[in-house]
């Protein structure tokens, strides 16, 4: 098929202007028609509808609010196999010097790499993908022949189990495709190892884009001080803090086996010993807390689903940065982070402030910080920056 094959989408007047300042969605109600007959995950070519002038290629999903996401704005382009080896490739390319200083990053990370709704994770010789777009859906077996063809690794795990998918009507599913087990060692630029079974593991197995976040963090720790990992998972700060020269870490997760996962971390980092796990809502954890901590660590899930939930989030993030600041000791230091989509930095920063006001805490700025170097933010597209943290000096 060539380019010129593709079906045509028309864009209602002005909606083009979003697309051409470099975001890659367009939504459904900005075509004049979202046609049934054409399959979701085919490639279309949108144009506008006044003069039909070339906008850009993209894949098209009739079933999602998302009805198209950009692939090209090149009218010559030829969307091909080849063109996702390209792009697969420049982006492996671009973690290359971050790979020479750690076993696993995000190799891909969907938009921001320009391949919408695509993730891919290299955990030292394995590899994860995460699928979000029926475009990439429809090219699976071709999507795993590249990567078999590009990477050659000794496992590749299909993590297809997100919320995003049951927006874009695609199945939940979780597999191995390739391989004899998921289990994979992952080392930090610090030196820290983590075990990581890939498959049974929450998000694509590991907690990548916190990475560098974990190891600079360390730049804060004294020797004998006292540490709280909230919403540890299996450890990534815990076991950092700690091989930092922390004298003791609680680390706190609901989660039974991420916490099992952790011990098991920690013994391989030897820093077991220091670490004391406690199997808890977090939120109610906090409320009973009394000892005074010189670090804290906040990072919960994502606490908004929607648009919707976020007046209750807000009231979330105010709760557990208040009662974590009126636990830090005076001169400690508190990192709070959301990853929640719908939660600006500005308004990280205002649950702050009032936290600070409402504990009645001095709270100085030390760092502002985001996800790893792996995931970038595209600037055309506010939406790809979802992780926020900073990083406090509490007075
Ligand atoms: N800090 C971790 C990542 C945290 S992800 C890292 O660096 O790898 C969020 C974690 O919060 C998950 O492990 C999840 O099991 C846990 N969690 C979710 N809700 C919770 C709650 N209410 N109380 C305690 N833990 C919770």
């Known amino acids: 098929m060539t380019s010129n094959d593709f079906p045509i989408l028309r864009l209602k007047k002005n909606e083009e202007r979003r697309i051409y300042s470099g975001h890659l969605w367009a939504f459904s109600n900005e075509f004049v028609e979202v046609p049934k007959n054409i399959a979701a995950g085919s490639i279309v070519k949108i144009v506008r509808d006044l003069d039909e002038r070339f906008v850009a290629f993209g894949f098209y999903n009739p079933h999602s609010l998302i009805a198209a996401r950009i692939l090209s704005r090149d009218p010559v382009e030829q969307i091909d196999t080849d063109f996702f080896r390209r792009r697969l490739v420049a982006a492996a390319d671009r973690r290359a010097l971050l790979l020479s200083s750690r076993n696993s990053a995000r190799i891909v990370h969907s938009e921001s790499d320009l391949l919408p709704g695509l993730v891919i994770d290299k955990f030292d010789d394995a590899i994860a993908f995460q699928i979000s777009s029926a475009g990439f859906e429809v090219r699976k077996d071709e999507l795993i022949a590249l990567i078999e063809e590009l990477w050659k690794p000794r496992a590749i795990v299909e993590k297809n189990a997100t919320h995003t998918r049951t927006l874009e009507g695609l199945e939940q599913i979780e597999r191995l495709v390739k391989g004899d087990s998921a289990e994979a060692l992952i080392t930090d630029s610090a030196g820290s190892k983590f075990t990581s079974d890939i498959l049974t593991g929450q998000k694509t197995g590991f907690y990548l884009d916190q990475m560098e976040n974990r190891t600079e963090l360390r730049r804060y720790v004294k020797p004998g001080m006292k540490v709280l990992d909230l919403f540890s998972n299996d450890g990534g700060f815990a076991i950092n803090l700690a091989a930092a020269g922390a004298a003791s870490v609680i680390a706190v997760d609901s989660s039974v086996p991420a916490l099992k996962r952790l011990k098991l971390n920690a013994s391989a980092n030897r ?113 790809t920056a979802y992780l926020h943290a900073f990083v406090l000096r509490v007075l």
């Open 271 to 383: 820093v077991a010993e220091k670490i004391t796990t406690v199997a808890r809502d977090c939120f109610d954890f906090l409320q009973e807390q009394t000892e005074a901590l010189d670090m804290i660590v906040v990072d919960p899930p994502s606490l908004v689903k929607s648009k919707r939930d976020l007046p209750q989030a807000v009231r979330s993030y105010q709760s557990l940065n208040q009662h974590a600041l009126r636990l830090v000791a005076p001169e400690g230091v508190l990192f709070t982070a959301s990853c929640s989509h719908h939660m600006s930095r500005d308004l990280l920063a205002e649950v702050i402030q009032e936290a600070a006001r409402k504990s009645r805490r001095t709270v100085t700025v030390l760092e502002e910080r985001g996800a790893g170097i792996d995931h970038p933010i595209l600037v055309g597209m506010p939406e």
